[in-house]
């Protein structure tokens, strides 16, 4: 799997593009921390969230973030390409149009509460797109035979996402 880091220095919303081997079908997931100034992570005061993680073609992924503090502060964000090593990981794509919080159903034969799954969202418009509305995964459940998803799509008016669950079957 390949991986990337780039720190940033922000407030509020926080936007990375971070270079990487990707195409806008990877399969990237994203995290943020809070740094110190010899770049060190550490878990401090100012909660930081990841918002939306969008692959591009042109080995570029756009990650936007939001750091709660109302000075700016130094954050790390470390993005992993899935897609690079195909047979350690089984991917499920769901495509739906969502408005509030939401709880979205996978089918995945030979699921168990075992099972180990994480997800990704982003709006859709038959690519990932990186919009302005704030999307959030707030649970994966993996149950026997299903991977529910709850999540958040903070938005005026119902809007297309994509979901992308990447894990393993015990």
Same mark, same amino acid.
């Given at each position: 799997?390949?991986?990337?880091?780039?720190?940033?220095?922000?407030?509020?919303?926080?936007?990375? /593009?971070?270079?990487?081997?990707? @195409?806008? $079908?990877?399969?990237?997931? %994203?995290? +943020?921390?809070?740094? #110190?100034?010899? &770049?060190?992570?550490?878990?401090?005061?100012?909660?930081?969230?990841?918002?939306?993680?969008?692959?591009?073609?042109?080995?570029?992924?756009?990650?936007?973030?939001?750091?709660?503090?109302?000075?700016?502060?130094?954050?790390?964000?470390?993005?992993?390409?899935?897609?690079?090593?195909?047979? /350690?990981?089984?991917?499920?794509? @769901?495509? $739906?149009?969502?408005?509030? %919080?939401? +709880?979205?159903?996978? #089918?995945?034969? &030979?699921?168990?509460?075992?099972?180990?799954?994480?997800?990704?969202?982003?709006?859709?418009?038959?690519?990932?797109?990186?919009?302005?509305?704030?999307?959030?995964?707030?649970?994966?459940?993996?149950?026997?035979?299903?991977?529910?998803?709850?999540?958040?799509?903070?938005?005026?008016?119902?809007?297309?996402?994509?979901?992308?669950?990447?894990?393993?079957?015990?």
């Amino acid at each position: 799997m390949a991986w990337a880091v780039q720190q940033v220095r922000g407030s509020g919303v926080v936007e990375a /593009a971070v270079s990487m081997d990707v @195409g806008r $079908d990877s399969v990237v997931m %994203a995290s +943020v921390t809070e740094v #110190d100034a010899s &770049g060190t992570p550490f878990i401090g005061a100012a909660p930081v969230i990841v918002q939306s993680v969008v692959p591009n073609d042109g080995f570029v992924v756009r990650v936007r973030a939001w750091a709660g503090w109302p000075q700016p502060i130094d954050v790390r964000i470390t993005a992993l390409n899935l897609s690079s090593d195909p047979g /350690a990981f089984e991917r499920h794509d @769901g495509v $739906d149009v969502y408005k509030g %919080a939401f +709880v979205h159903r996978f #089918d995945i034969p &030979g699921a168990t509460p075992q099972s180990s799954f994480i997800a990704s969202i982003a709006e859709y418009h038959g690519a990932p797109h990186m919009g302005a509305a704030m999307l959030q995964v707030h649970s994966v459940a993996p149950r026997f035979g299903e991977v529910l998803v709850a999540g958040n799509v903070d938005w005026h008016e119902q809007l297309p996402i994509r979901l992308t669950l990447v894990g393993k079957r015990p």
